[in-house]
């Protein structure tokens, strides 16, 4: 049995600690931009783990696979979070 507050801290930590579309470049934000295509204009798009959420204000609609093609993309798009982070 899955607990509900689990969930709920869970969507928590991605809503906030997700990357964000404004913290990308490149090919990554290419691809949050044509996720935003799909999307209503005021979703909440965020990149977590290997995963895409998609919510509608702070619910959660839908998540979706991180193509392969962009992990290394993320990867490099945390990196530079965490050193700006460290300045």
């Known amino acids: ?3 509900t507050h689990t ?3 869970s969507v928590r930590r991605v809503l906030h600690m997700g990357l ?3 913290e990308s470049t490149g ?3 290419g691809y949050f931009e044509h996720l935003r295509r799909f999307e209503r204009a005021d979703s909440v798009i965020r ?3 290997n995963h895409v959420y998609v919510f509608d204000g702070d619910v959660l609609v839908t998540v979706l ?3 392969d093609e ?3 993309c993320l990867q490099d798009a945390m990196t ?3 050193c700006a982070a460290g300045a």
């Open 7 to 9: 969930i709920d801290r």
């Open 70 to 72: 962009y992990r290394g």
């Open 20 to 22: 964000a579309p404004e």
């Open 1 to 3: 049995m899955i607990l």
């Open 65 to 67: 696979g991180l193509p």
């Open 27 to 29: 090919k990554l934000r």
């Open 80 to 82: 530079q979070r965490v």
């Open 47 to 49: 990149i977590y783990g």
